[in-house]
């Protein structure tokens, strides 16, 4: 059950944002915002936020950020990675 939970509030999360950004290309729509996008794209992992919160499994919320945030590289690779962004 919480899997199709996910999917929907990522589907509708993420369409939230992204419809008045194609409304607005359109001519539907009166103003367009850099939050939409943002919405749009976050869509999925507020989805998952969501998901835990309304399953009542708080604790494993970090989980979801804790790869995000692991860096797993030798000095050579994180050398040329940020020589290459710069």
Same mark, same amino acid.
């Given at each position: 059950?919480?899997?199709?939970?996910?999917?929907?509030?990522?589907?509708?999360?993420?369409?939230?944002?992204?419809? #008045?950004? *194609?409304?607005? !290309?359109?001519?539907? $729509?009166?103003? @367009?915002?850099?939050?939409?996008?943002?919405?749009? /794209?976050?869509?999925?992992?507020?989805?998952?936020?969501?998901?835990?919160?309304?399953?009542?499994?708080?604790?494993?919320? #970090?989980? *979801?950020?804790? !790869?995000?945030?692991? $860096?797993?590289? @030798?000095?050579?690779?994180?050398?040329?990675?940020? /020589?290459?962004?710069?």
């Amino acid at each position: 059950m919480a899997l199709v939970v996910f999917y929907v509030l990522a589907f509708v999360l993420s369409w939230l944002g992204w419809m #008045p950004q *194609l409304l607005y !290309a359109q001519g539907s $729509f009166p103003f @367009d915002s850099p939050l939409f996008a943002l919405l749009g /794209g976050a869509g999925p992992t507020l989805a998952a936020v969501l998901t835990l919160l309304l399953f009542r499994e708080r604790a494993r919320i #970090p989980e *979801l950020f804790r !790869a995000v945030f692991r $860096f797993r590289a @030798d000095g050579v690779s994180a050398l040329v990675s940020l /020589g290459y962004f710069r």
